[in-house]
């Protein structure tokens, strides 16, 4: 069974940075690509990045460029969202994601806030 926990989300000041984790099991981290999107308030959920498998890379989307990155830790079987110069506008729920065999898998999420 796929099993998906975010954490490290909280309450910041803009500018500041934070490091959201997802850990997994039932899988490994390395054998699919595992996804971050969020949702704010009132708004749909939306596409962050992702990291590929396979140490093929990763991709995120335009806005996120130069703020977030996403990395990998093979051996604790979790993958990371490094997020920095945070805006107000980055509030929203976090999810990490995984699509395996025609099924996708959610974490519950984790809320991060900025605000001064």
């Known amino acids: 069974q796929v099993q998906l926990v975010e954490s490290g989300g909280g309450l910041v000041q803009p500018g500041d940075s934070l490091r959201l984790s997802c850990a997994a099991s039932g899988i490994m981290v390395g054998t699919v690509h595992t996804n971050w999107f969020r949702q704010a308030p009132g708004k749909e959920r939306e596409f962050v990045g992702r990291?590929?498998?396979?140490?093929?890379?990763?991709d995120y989307a335009d806005y996120m460029k130069g703020r977030f990155s996403i990395s990998r830790d093979y051996a604790k079987n979790t993958v990371y969202l490094q997020m920095s110069s945070l805006k107000p506008e980055d509030t929203a729920i976090y999810y990490c994601?995984?699509?395996?065999?025609?099924?996708?898998?959610w974490g519950r999420g984790t809320q991060v806030t900025v605000a001064s």
């Open positions: 994601n995984v699509f395996i065999r025609g099924n996708n898998h």
């Open positions: 990291i590929l498998n396979g140490g093929a890379g990763t």
